[in-house]
């Protein structure tokens, strides 16, 4: 025995750095105006895979968006970019981002190719075939000055700056509220395709759930700064019912909203559990990541 005190056993357990994982956030809390707006916050985020952020106003996704890329530093907890620290990213790590922001404030003195050319300069060059592709689908003028653009034509420049790089993880906090109904249609089909393409993780929140529930692999639901829920679409399809009174407790589920008259909703269902539900006269429906939704934050 060399005399050495057990190193921290009290202290909660530290994740180990995840270097594959392009995103590690482990029980993450931030505190803001005396309030924690971010409380015991932790989720993961795999290579190729898009993750939908869904949360009410207030729900703190921009805050965790601002933590993810080492603008706040989190009062407790650890925010991970493939294993580095979110506050003190290498340059090369760094350079592997694409942030789309809720709104592109700045630069407005820029005409639209004077800023691209501007910003290309503290990065990699552009990736050809990225750059092709975002500036066709954001028909911009080159010349015209920034800040004569509408909202929705500064969204679309605000995505090309983003994407033209070919970063390997995407972080879009509402990119698509003030885009038409034909650039958000062509958008929602062009960024599955793109971390097809390349591969890339995509964290992106957005309060139209329908367009979420079509090119997500995942569904993370904050509320009051918690994750209430964090998963994938077969998951929320295959274990998730909601059921027209409160199961029996035998069936081993766990209730996760009760709305009353409109039902209780469960998760851990399997297919076994069907029978006695119709038998003990329980309505079922599957679940649905909207409905769900609303029922979580209610
Ligand atoms: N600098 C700040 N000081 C005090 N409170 C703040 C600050 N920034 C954000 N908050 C509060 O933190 C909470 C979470 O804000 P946040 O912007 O992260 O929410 P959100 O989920 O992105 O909301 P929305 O959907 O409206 O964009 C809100 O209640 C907000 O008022």
């Known amino acids: 025995m060399t005399g050495q005190a057990t190193p921290d056993r009290e202290a909660p357990a530290r994740e180990a750095p995840d270097h594959q994982a392009p995103v590690q956030i482990a029980h993450l ?29 207030g729900a703190g996704k921009t805050t965790l968006i601002g933590c993810l ?9 650890t925010v991970r970019l493939w294993g580095e620290d979110a506050s003190a990213l290498r340059a090369e790590t760094r350079a592997r981002i694409g942030f789309v922001p809720q709104t592109m404030t700045g630069f407005t003195w820029f005409r639209v190719g004077e800023l691209m050319a501007y910003l290309a300069q503290y990065r990699a060059r552009p990736d050809d075939i990225e750059d092709r592709t975002w500036q066709e689908w954001a028909g911009l003028d080159p010349n015209a000055r920034i800040r004569t653009l509408s909202g929705g034509e500064r969204q679309r420049l605000a995505i090309v700056l983003a994407l033209r790089f070919r970063p390997d993880l995407i972080v879009l906090d509402e990119p698509v509220a003030s885009l ?3 650039a958000r249609y ?4 062009l960024l599955p395709a793109y971390a097809r393409r390349t591969g890339a993780s995509v964290l992106i929140s957005s309060h139209i759930i329908s367009d979420l529930q079509e090119i997500s692999d995942r569904f993370v639901m904050m509320r009051h ?10 998951e929320i399809a295959s274990t998730v019912r909601r059921l027209s009174a409160p199961p029996v407790a035998a069936w081993g589920v766990e209730i996760i909203a009760d709305q009353g008259v409109e039902g209780v909703w469960v998760r851990g269902w399997h297919p076994a559990l069907d029978d006695a539900a119709a038998g003990a006269g329980h309505a079922m429906l599957p679940g649905d990541v909207e409905r769900l939704f609303l029922a979580l934050t209610r």
């Open 225 to 234: 700064g918690r994750i209430m829920l964090d998963m994938t679409a077969p």
């Open 69 to 77: 890329l080492g603008l706040l530093s989190p009062d407790a907890g």
């Open 29 to 57: 809390r931030k505190i803001l105006g005396g309030r924690a707006v971010l409380d015991d916050l932790s989720l993961t985020l795999r290579p190729g895979e898009i993750a939908a952020l869904l949360g009410p106003n």
């Open 180 to 182: 038409d109904p034909q």
């Open 186 to 189: 062509d958008f929602m089909r």
